[in-house]
């Protein structure tokens, strides 16, 4: 019982807050435009301002595991591979069959994970999820370049001048970068910076919740495909539950299998409805994809959290 209530008391505020910015959408205290301007500020600033200052009063030496970016890079590679060679054979459209893998593996880690991490293990664990994440970032990119434009036979289409540069301008790998020498070297910041900071960061996940239960729609489920919901299983219970599973059995334990637990289960990212949309890929599918894992991973995310506690193991 007190795992329960343990595990409700943390996840809970997450998920009532992506409840609160449907809430306000559906009213018009909000509008697309505010989710719009907001979402953009989140990306380019204030979540750029968390990372930032997250790393910098990080001991690197002591957070940094190679060991662990290396099973995240090979476990979802080879997800990404072996959904791609299952889902071959009963997609055939190729619009269709390149939006389903993006779906299936592409987590919002920088936003809801970072929100579960900060309220399971506290901030201090934000410095190392902020690494996992300047890691995670090009290899989520070249994969969704991949399974975007290969099934539609694009092959020849892929600019990889552009892909690197979208890459080490993303805002989120800068502020990566620039807090790097802070933490190696311990650079001091000026009281007033730090504050600023502070200021910055503190609103950068309520205000991406909000954005991301704005972006909701609940009507949508009923025309959502069996392809969608299948993509969903996948990303919201076979790939946390073998992910976790491996993990446990490679040596992880305690935070680290905690941080990789949420990594896998964290929802689709909305930017592969994004991505589609701009590829030529089923867009709507994506949508769907992006619904109803953020509905499901308030189940499987709570029900994880509290498996993990009750038999130990974070």
Request: aromatic share 12%.
């Amino acid at each position: 019982m007190q795992n329960i209530i343990f595990t409700a008391q943390i996840v809970g505020p997450v998920f009532l807050i992506i409840a609160l910015g449907y809430l306000l959408k559906r009213t018009s205290v909000i509008t697309d435009k505010f989710v719009t301007v907001t979402s953009k500020f989140v990306f380019n600033v204030s979540l750029p301002a968390l990372i930032f200052f997250n790393i910098a009063r990080i001991d690197l030496s002591k957070t940094l595991n190679i060991n662990e970016i290396l099973f995240i890079y090979l476990f979802l590679i080879g997800a990404f591979l072996t959904t791609w060679f299952i889902a071959k054979f009963f997609i055939k459209e190729g619009r269709d069959l390149g939006t389903f893998i993006h779906g299936s593996y592409r987590s919002n880690f920088a936003i809801v994970g970072f929100a579960v991490i900060s309220s399971v293990f506290g901030v201090e664990a934000l410095g190392k999820s902020s690494l996992i994440l300047a890691f995670l970032l090009p290899l989520n990119n070249i994969l969704a370049v991949i399974a975007l434009t290969v099934p539609l036979n694009k092959e020849k289409s892929i600019n990889y001048k552009t892909m690197i540069k979208e890459i080490i301008t993303n805002p989120l790998i800068i502020s990566v970068i620039a807090g790097l020498p802070f933490s190696y070297f311990k650079f001091p910041i000026h009281a007033v910076i730090t504050q600023t900071g502070g200021y910055l960061s503190s609103i950068a996940l309520p205000l991406a919740l909000v954005g991301i239960g704005a972006t909701l729609n609940i009507k949508a489920l009923k025309k959502a495909s069996i392809y969608a919901f299948a993509s969903s299983s996948i990303k919201l219970i076979f790939l946390p539950l073998i992910g976790t599973f491996l993990a446990y059995e490679f040596g992880f334990k305690g935070q680290d299998l905690g941080l990789l637990f949420i990594l896998f289960a964290c929802p689709t990212a909305i930017v592969s409805f994004i991505m589609a949309d701009a590829m030529g890929s089923n867009s709507k599918l994506a949508g769907n994809i992006v619904l109803i894992t953020t509905l499901g991973s308030i189940i499987t995310i709570t029900l994880g959290i509290f498996l993990l506690r009750e038999f130990g193991l974070i």
